[in-house]
């Protein structure tokens, strides 16, 4: 009677949530519209569209703009590239070493295009890393070494802006006029990965893997179907002929995962370049590239309709209500998610055309994150592995987690670039998980007794959902658009007497969509 009597207001509250949610969007859809509709002459950035004589579309997000001007030139790349190159595996039938030849001379044609006479940079970098990598790597130390010789490049690259070739000598200038169409250092910031991974691997092959294979297929759903997790690829070290020079450049610059990621580890990739990988059928990738196909129509269609990244360059939102102010600022994370997504996937999708797998990088809507945790294992999820594998473990993981997180997402700003709002929003987000990580902590312990224990549990930790939610939207502002000098006018406006309502409003929605997500997430546990 009592499970029949739960069943009833358990579905009962799910039809509020589904309801509620419809409202809600039906409100930020028709409020953004009219938006739109009425500050479209003062907005910067819109250009004659296409799609269903709409009007205007927003481009005024460079990177999407580059990204979707040259979509054209990248697919007949891709295509090019991959033909040939999975040609000759099939031809010649080659193993890791012929494969890293084949890719590094696309690669290497890619690369004269992008940055032309700059390559020299890259080559001398990565040459030098490959040198401390072989002499070093045996010794206790080497990991620091490792740490200080490519940070010191990071911040170089950035400080010099890829450097002139001047500074050589003068006899060099001339080279500065073939600079290519694409600046090295905006680049190399994925390189600086791959060098740290492949060092860090090779570091560790050195030693006696404490990898047990076996139990872990045991508890991985993904290798109990026979197919090979990204995880068991990454743990388990490659045979030392794959440890050559040829194949550690082909990993830096391999033409698919060059410019964007996603950001695989060196044994991962060494491992497939050798046998390519077959988690995923043609029939798979092929449904893959529609679904990027479906998602792009999307995005236009949305560029098309809402301005919200016009509206955040043009700062035309400083002067909206804060109901206004709050519908651009979740548009523009939602654009954001949806902009990265399109990019990473569609890199992703080539690379997997080429037998190479990468773990994916939006595994999760950022519409479906109600902590801050799940947020950062979703949002760039392949850098997140790398963090693990590389920074999080190696500084003493879990029983050091308050201080790692500091050093992490400083790291993942400088990474980035060189901006104070980058580093606002690292030590934003690192304040941010404090509470989390100590309410995650004494909630371990906390055991629930009886039904309304769990009621009480359910609600607490959906206002602690709506809370982050809120938090999340703060740091990444900060971050991304408006900079740590707009902290103090963003808070003002919702702290206002105009302000405090929405904000209230703001929680009761974020609240109704957190326990939506338990709802969706109660759902998945009971299908598996």
């Known amino acids: 009677m009592k499970n029949c009597l739960y069943n009833n207001m358990y579905k009962k509250e799910l039809g509020f949530l589904v309801l509620y949610a419809i409202a809600f969007y039906a409100f930020i859809i028709q409020r953004s519209l009219l938006l739109s509709r009425d500050h479209y002459r003062k907005l910067p950035g819109l250009r004659p569209g296409w799609l269903f004589h709409l009007g205007f579309s927003d481009a005024s997000d460079a990177q999407w703009r580059n990204f979707r001007g040259n979509l054209p030139i990248l697919t007949l790349v891709l295509t090019i590239f991959t033909a040939l190159?999975?040609?000759?595996?099939?031809?010649?039938?080659?193993?890791?070493?012929?494969?890293?030849?084949?890719?590094?001379?696309?690669?290497?044609?890619?690369?004269?295009?992008?940055?032309?006479?700059?390559?020299?940079?890259?080559?001398?970098?990565?040459?030098?890393?490959?040198?401390?990598?072989?002499?070093?790597?045996?010794?206790?130390?080497?990991?620091?070494?490792?740490?200080?010789y490519n940070i010191f490049f990071l911040l170089c690259n950035r400080v010099y802006k890829g450097y002139s070739f001047t500074l050589f000598g003068q006899r060099w200038a001339y080279l500065d006029h073939f600079r290519g169409t694409f600046r090295w250092h905006i680049c190399f910031n994925f390189v600086v990965l791959r060098m740290i991974s492949f060092g860090y691997d090779y570091h560790l092959a050195q030693q006696d893997s404490c990898f047990d294979q076996k139990r872990h297929i045991q508890r991985c759903c993904i290798c109990k179907s026979g197919k090979i997790c990204n995880y068991v690829l990454q743990e388990r070290?490659?045979?030392?002929?794959?440890?050559?020079?040829?194949?550690?450049?082909?990993?830096?610059?391999?033409?698919?995962?060059?410019?964007?990621?996603?950001?695989?580890?060196?044994?991962?990739?060494?491992?497939?370049?050798?046998a390519p990988q077959k988690n995923n059928s043609r029939r798979d990738i092929a449904w893959y590239g529609l679904r990027w196909v479906f998602t792009l129509f999307l995005m236009?269609?949305?560029?098309?309709?809402?301005y919200y990244n016009a509206f955040a360059i043009s700062g035309l939102w400083r002067h909206l209500?804060?109901?206004?102010?709050?519908?651009?600022?979740?548009?523009?994370?939602?654009?954001?998610?949806?902009?990265?997504?399109?990019?990473?996937?569609?890199?992703?999708?080539?690379?997997?055309?080429?037998?190479?797998?990468?773990?994916?990088?939006?595994?999760?809507?950022?519409?479906?994150?109600?902590?801050?945790?799940?947020?950062?294992?979703?949002?760039?999820?392949?850098?997140n592995k790398w963090i693990v594998r590389y920074m999080y473990i190696p500084l003493g993981g879990s029983q050091r987690k308050l201080l790692n997180i500091w050093v992490i997402f400083t790291f993942v700003a400088i990474w980035h670039d060189l901006e104070w709002k980058l580093l606002s929003w690292a030590w934003l987000t690192c304040l941010f998980f404090i509470p989390e990580l100590l309410v995650k902590s004494a909630s371990n312990t906390f055991q629930v007794e009886n039904a309304f224990g769990e009621f009480v549990f359910r609600e607490l930790s959906a206002f602690a959902g709506a809370i982050t939610i809120t938090c999340l939207m703060v740091a990444n502002l900060v971050g991304y658009v408006i900079g740590p000098s707009g902290i103090n006018w963003l808070i003002s406006q919702f702290l206002s007497k105009e302000g405090l309502p929405i904000l209230g409003g703001m929680l009761i929605s974020f609240y109704v969509g957190t326990k939506l997500m338990f709802h969706i997430h109660a759902a998945k546990e009971r299908r598996k």
């Open 85 to 148: 190159a999975n040609m000759s595996r099939s031809y010649f039938h080659l193993k890791a070493k012929g494969m890293s030849i084949v890719w590094l001379f696309i690669s290497m044609v890619y690369l004269l295009y992008l940055h032309g006479a700059c390559i020299i940079f890259i080559l001398s970098i990565a040459a030098a890393n490959f040198l401390l990598t072989k002499i070093f790597a045996r010794t206790k130390y080497f990991p620091w070494a490792l740490w200080v």
């Open 237 to 274: 070290s490659v045979q030392s002929k794959n440890l050559k020079f040829s194949i550690y450049l082909c990993y830096l610059v391999y033409a698919p995962l060059y410019i964007a990621g996603p950001i695989i580890s060196f044994n991962a990739f060494a491992s497939q370049l050798d």
């Open 300 to 306: 236009e269609l949305i560029t098309h309709m809402f």
């Open 321 to 383: 209500s804060p109901m206004d102010i709050f519908i651009i600022g979740y548009g523009i994370l939602n654009f954001m998610w949806l902009k990265f997504s399109l990019i990473w996937r569609y890199f992703r999708f080539w690379s997997l055309v080429s037998g190479i797998e990468t773990p994916e990088n939006m595994p999760r809507c950022i519409n479906n994150c109600y902590n801050l945790e799940s947020f950062w294992k979703n949002w760039h999820a392949s850098f």
